[in-house]
């Protein structure tokens, strides 16, 4: 095995919200960590990211001065063990833009792009994590075989802090509330 195969001793032992912290932006990059543990992700695609820029930029237009919609950045979960996930798409309040670590009471919205090899966390995991932390919309972007993507929404129930399934665009999405927003996702 060579040395770049060789995960960083970091990457073996469970990570505080102080150590992660203190690390640099580039030693961020890349990786969630979920119950204290750093998990890597592959690149993104093109497409992938593409579709991100396209949801952020139109996002971002609809939202108004009180909301900006970005893309790769960290959400603090929880603490501990600490949980910091990096959505494709975040839609958080203009007045938090400073505000380091973006905590679940500043994002509105956040959306994943699956990609082949994130379909479960995508699916179920980051669903139940985003859910428990109280963020309330999720979207859910699968990139279907036809070219046209479909996005899939749900809602928070406050109560029981889970999702609730809202409706599926194919193409183009068209949300009123809590902002009006007409996204043609279009074939990519």
């Not at 938090?96 to 699916?123: C, F, M, N």
């Amino acid at each position: 095995m060579s040395a770049e195969m060789v995960a960083p001793e970091w990457m073996h032992e469970q990570i505080t919200a102080e150590q992660y912290d203190s690390w640099s932006e580039e030693q961020c990059a890349g990786i969630e960590v979920v119950d204290g543990m750093a998990v890597a992700s592959p690149s993104a695609s093109k497409r992938h990211n593409r579709l991100a820029r396209i949801l952020a930029n139109a996002l971002e237009d609809a939202a108004g001065p009180d909301w900006n919609a970005d893309t790769d950045f960290d959400v603090r979960l929880q603490d501990v063990p600490l949980t910091n996930r990096r959505p494709d798409v975040v839609v958080y309040r203009a007045e938090t833009i400073d505000i380091t670590p973006t905590r679940p009471e500043h994002v509105l919205l956040v959306t994943e792009v699956v990609s082949p090899g994130s379909e479960t966390t995508d699916r179920i995991v980051k669903v139940d994590q985003y859910a428990r932390a109280g963020i309330a919309f999720y979207w859910r972007i699968e990139q279907a075989a036809t070219g046209v993507p479909l996005v899939y929404t749900y809602v928070l129930d406050p109560v029981t802090r889970t999702y609730r399934e809202g409706e599926v665009f194919t193409g183009v999405v068209k949300v009123v509330a809590p902002f009006p927003v007409r996204v043609d996702l279009g074939q990519l």
